[in-house]
């Protein structure tokens, strides 16, 4: 089975009830929609996240979020073939991999591109290089890949994966108040936006906003779950 959710921001709980509740194993998998807050803490912290993952009877395959270092820059992550497209993983926790921005992973018959990041409205709260990173929205060499896959299948797939929506469906009704939207840099929904305008394609589906949320082909998703099927 394949199934998907939203952020998790290294807050485990919900997803050890989950593979309890659905008699889940290692042939299972959940994907985490962006901000899995597996590597944000670093360290023993981190660690100690990644030890209570692996012993669960289940196969993540994560998102790349605006609350967490991307994998590539992290030395013990190597990456490798997984369904068709290549992922982040460490050799020590097999069972938890981080999708490669653009690539296509072949889940269930379906192709499903991966598309992460965003930006992060609390950043000016965080410690650059620490808890916040600069590359955390997809850079220009990450969107030419993504465009040139696309283009290679004909801009059709099956199902998008992402960490945020396209701009015509951010989800305005969570707006936190205290923000002056004018200082959000939006340009990665901006892009997707063009992405969507583009591609044919059945499903799409994303997190970041904390919300559940469906509308059209769209779906975003919090602490709720889906079945990929």
Known sequence: ??????????????????????????????IILGDAGINFSGGWR??????????????????????EKRPATIPTYREQQWHGGAVYAEEEYPNILFAKDGEVYDLNGKKAIAIGGAYSID???????????????????IKARVEEKLQQLDWKVDIVLTHTTPLKYEPVETFLPGIDQSSVDQSTEEWLDTIEDRLAYDRWFCGHFHTCKKVDKIRLMFEDYETLE
């Open 1 to 30: 089975m394949v199934y998907l959710t939203g952020d998790t921001h290294g807050l485990f709980t919900r997803i050890e009830s989950f593979c309890e509740k659905m008699n889940t194993t290692h042939e299972d998998l959940l």
């Open 46 to 67: 981190d660690e100690n996240k990644k030890r209570i993952l692996s012993e669960l009877p289940i196969t993540l395959l994560c998102i790349h979020g605006n609350h």
């Open 123 to 141: 950043k000016w709260l965080r410690t650059p290089g620490v808890s916040w990173w600069e590359d955390e929205q997809p850079s220009p060499e």
